[in-house]
């Protein structure tokens, strides 16, 4: 499974973007499928994960209430609604794919996309 991360950019606080990780495989589905972040000088986090049909999800207590993840198995796409976002949200944010849920390794990881936040 190959991940390609899209939808970064610039905005302001307050403001709202939509990630979208576009996988390409048949076995999109059967994944359970995650957000990262990471900070310049920190420690990449997760942000968000999903089970494979999207019917369950965690969220870390810093974007709960503003961030939701989803995804759509029939065109292969993850995404993550982030809403009132704050300068601390600036990271390059990445998704991954892993075989169990709540998944302790991924085994699929797309490539970075930037968000930034401007104060």
């Known amino acids: 499974v190959q991940l390609q991360a899209s939808g970064g950019g610039l905005v302001q606080t307050g403001g709202s973007l939509r990630l979208s990780c576009a996988a390409s495989?048949?076995?999109?589905?059967?994944?359970?499928m995650a957000w990262f972040r990471q900070a310049p000088g920190k420690e990449r986090e997760s942000v968000a994960e999903?089970?494979?049909?999207?019917?369950?999800?965690t969220y870390a207590d810093s974007v709960k209430g503003r961030f939701t993840i989803s995804r759509d198995n029939g065109k292969n796409i993850l995404y993550l609604q982030m809403n009132s976002l704050k300068p601390e949200d600036t990271a390059v944010y990445y998704c991954?794919?892993?075989?169990?849920?709540?998944?302790?390794?991924?085994?699929?990881w797309g490539q970075g996309t930037q968000v930034t936040v401007s104060s």
């Open positions: 999903t089970n494979w049909n999207g019917g369950r999800s």
């Open positions: 495989g048949r076995t999109f589905s059967l994944l359970s």
């Open positions: 991954a794919g892993g075989l169990v849920y709540p998944a302790r390794k991924f085994d699929y």
